[in-house]
């Protein structure tokens, strides 16, 4: 007969799996609780004491770690010397390994765990019969997921297992042990924070760090203030990637992702002033990020209006003392450092997405100037501040600069000139140095349209669409200088 060893923390589906299993011809081995289980539905099963004749010691720590279960699990069945040793050494082969691990996730997702309880949820022989079952997949079927039951022994009963299929469950088997491993690595490294909650109070998150460098979230230090939500991290992190984009003083103000109000200027205040004023509504509740030392005089003026979160490379002493009679602000020291290594991960259904970080710099003389009429300097100065922001706010993103902060932003709708009429509403000015920055190229005209009928003198765009000169045409009918940089800026 085969044999089947099944040792389940999970134990969905496992009984009607077992019961099918014997339906099959195969004698099943078990330990513990799963024992337990087939036993009490009246399902013929063995202890895996019979297959290695010792008895579990150490508290059950000890009991599938023994050469008559890894002997039979690992023998190569297509040299005949492994199966000669098997058989002097009386070792019977094992055909199926059905193992999920201990709860360890679960354990530690716990706020009160301890360090005790997690050690004792470790699993050794569930991952090393895995493993074993997995090297041999040609010879063994290995199986983690109860979802897999059905299709296994729909397999079994037609001989249709084969070798594409096992190899298939094979790497199941080393994505679980792979996370199981990971969960280990982030509870002790201290790298799994608990969040009081996610997006919403109904949703359960976590914050794991994957790097401890001072320029990352990661590896920020909290001088001040309660623990960082959910959106906190998000939102920072936002501010914290557009403000390094800036070598001058910068200011960068985010609300739900999207900066509210950017500002630049020849010393720090100035830069949060200007920051501050380009939108002094949406910057309530906000984050805001600054690429300078905070001394106390800009810290009297953050002091003024409710924040979040505030970010700096450094803080004088003073501007902590000021900054901290407020309890629940969250004061973050971060590097400005940028890595042009990082990446971007994405979740989605059944995976996830990798990207380098849009960090492309591009320059005034890579740019085109294609319409009759020229930028001037201050337009020059409006668009380039504009390109460096544009970057950070959601697609379809069209957004208005001056030369020294945001004067409107237009972010995440479904066509261009919705967010060109949100930023143009928005304006806190509009003249001739007011320049319109979109983070993709022009589909048609009326974009350009738009702009000129509110008085836009200067639009800078990708360009690349095949409607480009519509809206060039469109821009020297109305006297606009327009510039194409020949780099998108889309962020979904």
């Not at 001739?432 to 738009?450: C, H, Q, R």
Request: hydrophobic share 40%.
């Amino acid at each position: 007969m085969k044999k089947a060893i099944l040792s389940v923390s999970d134990k969905t589906g496992i009984v009607d799996f077992a019961k099918s299993l014997t339906e099959q011809d195969y004698e099943l081995y078990s330990t513990g609780g799963t024992m337990r289980a087939i036993k009490e539905a009246g399902v013929e099963v063995h202890s895996i004491s019979e297959l290695t004749q010792f008895e579990e010691i150490l508290d059950g720590r000890v009991k599938t770690l023994h050469p008559a279960v890894h002997g039979g699990i690992l023998a190569d069945r297509d040299k005949p010397e492994h199966l000669a040793q098997l058989k002097e050494q009386h070792i019977a082969l094992v055909d199926m390994v059905v193992v999920n691990l201990y709860p360890f996730k679960e354990t530690v997702a716990n706020p009160d765990v301890t360090e005790s309880d997690a050690i004792e949820n470790i699993d050794i022989g569930g991952p090393t019969m895995l493993r074993a079952a997995a090297k041999n997949f040609k010879h063994v079927t290995t199986i983690v997921h109860p979802a897999d039951y059905d299709e296994v022994i729909s397999r079994v009963k037609n001989n249709t297992l084969g070798y594409e299929y096992k190899k298939s469950l094979m790497i199941k088997v080393f994505e679980h042990t792979n996370s199981y491993d990971a969960a280990i690595v982030d509870f002790f490294n201290n790298n799994k924070e608990s969040l009081r909650y996610g997006e919403n109070p109904q949703q359960e998150a976590y914050f794991v760090r994957t790097s401890n460098e001072k320029h990352t979230l990661g590896g920020a230090e909290q001088l001040h203030g309660k623990q960082l939500s959910y959106n906190n991290i998000k939102d920072a992190d936002a501010a914290l990637a557009l403000v390094k984009q800036f070598e001058q003083p910068a200011a960068v103000a985010v609300k739900h992702m999207n900066p509210c109000g950017v500002g630049i200027g020849d010393d720090i205040e100035s830069a949060y002033t200007h920051a501050f004023e380009a939108d002094s509504q949406s910057i309530f509740g906000g984050i805001v990020a600054l690429n300078r030392k905070v001394d106390a005089t800009l810290a009297n003026k953050l002091h003024e209006i409710f924040l979040e979160v505030v970010i700096a490379p450094e803080y004088s002493e003073e501007a902590l003392n000021i900054l901290k009679q407020k309890k629940n602000i969250r004061l973050l020291e971060i590097g400005m450092h940028i890595d042009n290594d990082e990446q971007e991960l994405v979740s989605v259904s059944g995976g996830y997405l990798v990207q380098d970080k849009d960090n492309e710099k591009i320059q005034r003389e890579d740019m085109s100037v294609v319409t009759e009429v020229a930028p001037t300097e201050e337009q020059w100065k409006a668009m380039l501040l504009g390109w460096k922001v544009v970057g950070s706010v959601k697609s379809n993103a069209v957004i208005l600069t001056n030369d020294k902060q945001t004067v409107g932003i237009g972010a995440g709708q479904m066509n261009r000139v919705g967010s060109a009429k949100i930023a143009i509403e928005r304006a806190i000015e509009m003249n001739d140095n007011v320049a319109l920055v979109s983070d993709g190229f022009f589909p048609m005209g009326d974009t350009v349209e738009l702009a000129a009928q509110s008085g836009i003198k200067a639009i800078i765009q990708p360009g690349g669409s095949i409607k480009d000169q519509e809206s060039i045409d469109m821009a020297n009918k109305y006297g606009i200088t327009m510039v194409t940089t020949g780099v998108r800026h889309f962020k979904h």
